[in-house]
T-cell receptor, first 114, second 110 residues
Framework: DAGITQSPRHKVTETGTPVTLRCHQT?????MYWYRQDPGHGLRLIHY???????DKGEVSDGYSVSRSKTEDFLLTLESATSSQTSVYFC?????????????FGPGTRLLVL | GNSVTQMEGPVTLSEEAFLTINCTYT??????LFWYVQYPGEGLQLLLK?????DKGSNKGFEATYRKETTSFHLEKGSVQVSDSAVYFC?????????FGQGTILTVHP
């Protein structure tokens, strides 16, 4: 358990509205990640952060932006939600356990865009 | 680029049967390999990992061996239980970012 929470856990929104998902961690980890999970695709990386105000794009970043103003919070924003962004969103942190880096995941946010 | 391919699912087994879920990968470097498990309605949990060739990861009766010559990391368990019903993801990392396979749904019947 890496002390990761996500909010909200479920959200229904309409096409064209902005949506912000929050990931919060309690253990001061430097690296944080946002993934989306879709049937047949596994999880795909959207954006990641390697420190406060330091972020970079992942494989499927179009239509998403992120911000990290504090170590403990990593926000994912859908500027104008589309139906193709209906998905389950997972946040992860990278932690060193037994001298090895491993990613640990939050419980997920289920987003439905109507 | 990196990629991970898992065997097609879903997989349905009876309790105490032997489990194999195949996973092969393509990577430009020397990746670490992982199996994650997702129980219904939950996030992903790390099941096991291996960081170099010939390493064997093991946890909760599951095992997987890092085979560089066949670029594989197949998951095995000798006797599955109903409680093992979940989605299993193979993944690799060679730069800190994870690349996942598509996931394999496992259902175990009593």
């Amino acid at each position: 358990d890496a002390g990761i929470t996500q909010s909200p856990r479920h959200k229904v929104t309409e096409t064209g509205t902005p949506v912000t998902l929050r990931c919060h961690q309690t253990e001061n980890h430097r690296y944080m990640y946002w993934y989306r999970q879709d049937p047949g695709h596994g999880l795909r990386l959207i954006h990641y952060s390697y420190g406060v105000k330091d972020t970079d794009k992942g494989e499927v970043s179009d239509g998403y932006s992120v911000s990290r103003s504090k170590t403990e919070d990593f926000l994912l924003t859908l500027e104008s939600a589309t139906s193709s962004q209906t998905s389950v969103y997972f946040c992860a942190i990278s932690a060193k356990r037994n001298l090895q880096e491993t990613q640990y995941f939050g419980p997920g946010t289920r987003l439905l865009v109507l | 680029g990196n990629s991970v391919t898992q065997m097609e699912g879903p997989v349905t087994l009876s309790e105490e049967a032997f489990l194999t879920i195949n996973c092969t990968y393509t990577a430009t470097g020397y990746p670490s390999l992982f199996w994650y498990v997702q129980y219904p309605g939950e996030g992903l949990q790390l099941l096991l990992k291996a960081t170099k060739a010939d390493d064997k990861g093991s946890n909760k009766g599951f095992e997987a061996t890092y085979r560089k010559e066949t670029t594989s990391f197949h998951l095995e368990k000798g006797s599955v239980q109903v409680s093992d019903s979940a989605v299993y993801f193979c993944a690799l990392s060679d730069d800190g970012k994870l690349t996942f396979g598509q996931g394999t749904i496992l259902t175990v019947h009593p």
